[in-house]
């Protein structure tokens, strides 16, 4: 290559194109049906009610901004692809590589001229901060120094004596020197030393701001030519589809930074075709539905304070309502320890009595026991007579219930032998049905073919109808314009031979 890395890049000439939006179809049915679905669904208002792109300026500004998000994609690809070109040299071709590998080369001459740049910024910037820092010491001093005159002139008008003034004002300035430290004596010394004639800080000051415009002129020089090595590359790329497939179809290849910018893109080519199908109707529809839900919100966020308020208040109540129990179960439980107390005693004595009670009540037990022993034997005889009686009329319901068995086996047995006589007779029904229905089948299938086949004999025939008709109708045609051709011709010939009797019969005249 002839061209250096700094050589200027000619501008490529930009073209703009002005597209005149086109007026919003009012559809009053649809604006109606919507609404309507709104009020049965209010998740889908801030969905447009387009699903597709009509207008040709909408889908060429959404084709302007996917070919965009394209190259976005091959752009933040290209670091991985350079740092393995072995990979996709086979995939991008010759040319595609080359001109990947000059991108390279001029990015690393960016990123050169750009940490020199940086140095030159960091160098200027310690200078700037270097006197910035030399100024503010210089005033300090010149403050103590007229700090110190002041100082001195005071003490000159209150002693007495020439001797004494000389002798008060060297202590003052030799007493003013020792009291700053060593560090700030040296400041003074260097600043000194600069305001008798030492300029070398700010010639190089002077040095460096020519060679920062020199390295941004550089620098912008260079960021053409990335420019213009950017657009060479896409190009490319897009006489490629096979490379382009191949970059764009892989996210891996691309670093955290190109992920997070294509992502974004990809969420503003959202945003943008949520915008290009919303019409103004619809824009203006959703604006008052999210005027009336911001409405209901701010007086929902009131009921809720309101409510919040009102829950504090019954808390605290519930609270002092607790607090009130609490001491009420207190109360209790304090007056529940006595009650135990003196339940004990109580148990003891009542205890005690029951004792005493058993014993009586023992003795009158023994004495209702003989009585009801006495019962018993009463009751005893009573139930062997009454089981005696039941026995006997067990044995006639017995005998009942075989007689009433054998009926129902009877009766069984006929209702079986009648079902497998119908069981019979319906299996030789069916399968006469199956027969008939399997031939009806066959007969269906064989109709069909030969319907088929006559409507193909039926289609065959009109057309041969058809193409005789069209050759008649074509016949026809033909001697009509023919008999049309012959009627002109014979009185063409006859006019002709009208004329020349008419000229033969006019030279005669003139001979006589």
């Not at 701001?209 to 030519?225: D, F, K, S, T």
């Not at 103004?280 to 919100?297: H, V, W």
């Not at 004595?349 to 037990?365: G, L, V, W």
Request: proline share 2%; net charge negative.
């Amino acid at each position: 290559m002839s061209r250096t890395i700094t050589e200027t890049v000619p501008i490529e000439p930009t073209y703009h194109m002005k597209m005149t939006p086109q007026p919003p179809i009012a559809a009053k049915g649809n604006n109606s049906l919507r609404l309507r679905n709104l009020k049965l669904d209010p998740s889908r208002a801030l969905e447009p009610a387009r699903k597709k792109l009509t207008t040709i300026e909408s889908q060429r500004i959404m084709a302007v901004f996917e070919e965009t998000i394209r190259k976005a994609e091959i752009v933040t690809a290209l670091p991985y692809i350079t740092d393995n070109i072995d990979r996709f040299k086979v995939s991008l071709g010759t040319e595609l590589v080359d001109a990947i590998k000059q991108h390279s080369i001029i990015q690393i001459t960016y990123r050169d001229i750009r940490a020199q740049l940086d140095e030159l910024l960091q160098r200027r910037e310690k200078q700037l901060a270097q006197q910035a820092e030399q100024l503010k010491r210089e005033e300090e001093l010149l403050n103590d120094e007229n700090e110190t005159e002041m100082q001195n002139t005071a003490e000159k008008e209150n002693e007495s004596g020439e001797a004494q003034d000389v002798e008060g004002s060297v202590g003052l300035s030799d007493k003013g020197l020792d009291v700053l430290p060593e560090s700030e004596k040296e400041t003074v010394a260097d600043n000194v030393g600069q305001m008798m004639g030492d300029g070398s800080k700010m010639d190089s000051m002077s040095d460096i701001e020519p060679r920062i415009e020199e390295v941004m002129r550089n620098l912008g020089l260079v960021a053409q030519q990335v420019s213009h090595s950017c657009k060479n590359i896409l190009r490319l790329f897009g006489l490629n589809p096979t490379a382009t497939k191949i970059v764009t179809s892989d996210s891996d290849i691309r670093d955290e930074g190109g992920q997070k910018i294509v992502q974004s893109m990809n969420e503003l080519k959202e945003i943008l075709m949520h915008k290009l199908l919303t019409t103004p109707q619809e824009e203006t529809e959703r604006m008052a539905y999210l005027d009336e839900i911001s409405k209901r919100e701010r007086h929902n966020a009131a009921i809720i304070q309101r409510l919040e308020a009102e829950l504090k208040d019954a808390l605290d109540d519930k609270e002092m309502e607790i607090q009130k129990k609490n001491d009420i179960i207190k109360r209790l439980q304090t007056d529940l320890h006595q009650i135990e107390k003196f339940s004990d005693e109580n148990i003891r004595r009542t205890r005690a009595e029951a004792e005493k009670q058993e014993i009586a009540d023992s003795k009158n037990s023994d004495q209702k026991t003989q009585k009801l022993q006495t019962e018993i034997n009463q009751l005893q005889t009573q139930l062997n007579n009454s089981v005696t009686e039941n026995r006997e009329k067990e044995a006639d319901l017995r005998a009942k219930k075989y007689k009433v068995e054998n009926e129902v086996d009877n009766w069984i047995q006929k209702y079986d032998q009648d079902m497998g006589e119908r069981q019979d007779e319906y299996e030789e029904i069916d399968l006469v049905y199956t027969e008939e229905k399997k031939q009806l089948f066959e007969l269906e299938e064989r109709f069909a073919t030969l319907e088929k086949e006559y409507i193909a004999i039926m289609e065959e025939r009109r057309v041969a109808r058809d193409k005789r008709e069209r050759a008649q109708r074509e016949l026809a045609m033909l001697v009509k314009s023919a008999t049309t051709i012959q009627a002109f011709w014979r009185s063409y010939k006859v006019r002709k031979a009208l004329k020349a009797k008419n000229k033969k019969k006019g030279g005669k005249k003139k001979k006589n």
